[in-house]
């Protein structure tokens, strides 16, 4: 039960984040829908243009989070507590999330994008690691790889809940409500989040308890010598 609780826990963050990254364009629709009311329109609010919205949904996004997967990936797996970087990410994400309720121009949303893929190119690669922690036995560990890679698709999928929430709460109303969920996720994976590695029923037939045990090194390879006898 530990074990799963972490993945559902990892599972729930990762769709907030993603759903965070993946606003941008419904809150732009409403834009192009919403032309006289400005509350609703992050367009008009902030002045933005066609180019900008290309470039905070491409370059602004990707970049920083194509390269934090590739240095979280390195870095967590010589990390034993990887939940510090589970909520390292979680950090990040609401500094992301106020940067982004209280933009003023291009410049700060463009912190916030940035803010964003950075935490959630930490957390994807991190996820992975631990799950493969958690569930060494490769029969078992199909499943909670699944989960939490389906977290992308779930959090994309809730990012489109911001173009109703725009239209009736003002685009700023929907990112105090998508901040608000982020805050619930990382306070549940601050909870549930395990370092704890089980290898019960995979032949290592201990327990590691936070990283603080080693694992039981594997007998040494026979010498020539021992063929002899």
């Known amino acids: 039960m530990d074990q799963w609780g972490t993945v559902w826990a990892l599972v729930l963050l990762c769709s907030a984040i993603e759903a965070n990254a993946a606003m941008l364009p419904s809150l732009w629709a ?23 919205f290309g470039l905070l949904t491409s370059y602004v996004s990707i970049a920083p989070r194509a390269v934090m997967m590739y240095v979280a990936g390195r870095v967590a797996g010589r990390v034993r507590r990887k939940k510090i970087l589970v909520m390292v990410a979680g950090v990040l994400q609401m500094l992301a999330m106020g940067t982004f309720l209280t933009a003023r121009g291009f410049w700060q949303l463009a912190v916030a994008m940035v803010l964003i893929n950075i935490s959630l190119g930490i957390d994807l690669p991190t996820n992975a690691i631990l799950v493969g922690d958690l569930f060494p036995d490769p029969t078992t560990l199909a499943v909670p790889i699944a989960c939490v890679t389906s977290s992308i698709y779930v959090g994309s999928a809730l990012g489109t809940i911001a173009e109703p929430l725009a239209q ?20 549940n994976a601050s909870l549930l989040v395990s370092n704890h590695r089980s290898y019960a029923g995979s032949g290592y037939g201990v327990v590691v308890d936070d990283g603080s045990r080693p694992r ?14």
């Open 216 to 229: 039981p090194r594997p007998p040494p390879p026979p010498s020539p010598r021992d063929y002899h006898h």
């Open 168 to 187: 009736s709460l003002g685009w700023r109303g929907a990112v105090a409500c998508f901040g608000l969920f982020s805050s619930a996720a990382i306070l």
């Open 30 to 52: 409403v834009s192009e829908k919403n032309d006289d009311d400005t509350s609703a329109s992050i367009r008009d609010d902030l002045g933005l243009t066609m180019t900008d």
